[in-house]
């Protein structure tokens, strides 16, 4: 059963580039302000990818003017015109959450 | 009228429509066989019997195999009846698929919903019940059920616990989103009752 959900998913899954937890992203998200349609882009560290398919989202970790700034975006939305990788790193934690604690960054 | 068929839930996913993520649910099903046509002089109203799911002979009791032999299909696993407006437009051995369906239309969707077995009042029909602390002793009980010696009974129809769920439900309305023939699937907008696997009815909506 599990397989035909799989396939049913698959036709609105996006083709991403590959990033994993660490890198640094570049999410490209189409934004409506009126009638008017422009392209937000948001760069900032990814903390986590979470949950599979369709339903999976990502969060991003910025800081933007001394403040901390995190948006989690579904990543195969179609309002997301591409999550671009800018930067690889190297991760020890699946789940770098310690970023959030660190006194200076970037 | 209300042309409709047999399929077996597969589950639950999300999907995006129109840039908006929804939650749909995911139907596969197999053309379901006419096994007998009712028409208004034979049997007073108009309809189409359906068999669902083929099996072996042996699986289905003899009265049945009786009743198929009959009609000259295959065995069913269940069968099942749609009202239809014209009965001559069938006829015995026809397959109707999810074809019958097209997407944005809206189609109801019939169930058995899941058993709960014996539930309180609170989760059978959503009573508030009373504070859970600061000394109160009334958490969850169904608090007073009638008057006193007028009426002298409790009134027919009272909200109390008892067996919950496992009773037929009805969805009316349900966008369809997708509709595959080939591989014999249908998507829909919204939930539906029953676990995965169960069989659903699916019959198009009137008006």
């Known amino acids: ?106 | 009228m209300a042309l409709g068929i047999l399929a077996r839930k597969i589950g639950m996913t999300q999907l995006f429509v129109d840039d908006r993520a929804v939650g749909a649910t995911v139907m596969e099903t197999q053309p379901c066989t006419v096994v007998q046509v009712k028409t208004l002089e034979t049997d007073g109203y108009n309809a189409l019997q359906l068999g669902y799911q083929e099996v072996a002979e042996r699986k289905v009791t003899h009265p049945l195999q009786g009743h198929y032999k009959k009609a000259g299909v295959p065995s069913h696993r269940h069968l099942f009846e749609v009202r239809v407006d014209d009965p001559s437009a069938y006829k015995v051995g026809d397959k109707i698929g999810v074809e019958i369906f097209s997407e944005g239309a809206k189609i109801d969707v019939t169930g058995i919903s899941r058993g709960l077995g014996f539930q309180g009042v609170v989760k059978r029909w959503n009573f508030a019940g009373g504070p859970k602390s600061h000394g109160s002793h009334f958490h969850r009980r169904p608090g007073s059920v009638g008057n006193c010696v007028e009426p002298g009974r409790v009134v027919k129809g009272k909200k109390l616990p008892g067996h919950t769920g496992n009773h037929r439900v009805t969805i009316k309305k349900v966008r369809v989103l997708r509709v595959d023939p080939e591989r014999n699937l249908l998507v829909f907008k919204g939930s539906t009752p029953g676990p995965r696997g169960s069989v659903l009815q699916l019959r198009k909506s009137d008006g």
């Open chain 1, 1 to 106: 059963m599990d397989d035909i959900l799989k396939a049913v998913e698959k036709e609105y899954l996006k083709e991403r580039e590959e990033f994993s937890p660490g890198d640094i992203v570049r999410v490209h998200e189409r934004v409506s302000e009126g009638s008017k349609e422009r392209i937000q882009i948001f760069e900032g560290i990814v903390l986590k990818r979470s949950g599979a398919g369709t339903r999976e989202m990502v969060t991003v970790r910025k800081v933007s003017s001394g403040i901390g700034v995190e948006k989690t975006y579904p990543v195969h939305s179609p309002k997301i015109e591409a999550i671009e990788l800018v930067r690889s790193h190297r991760t020890r934690q699946a789940k770098p959450y310690f970023l959030r604690r660190l006194r200076r960054i970037r």
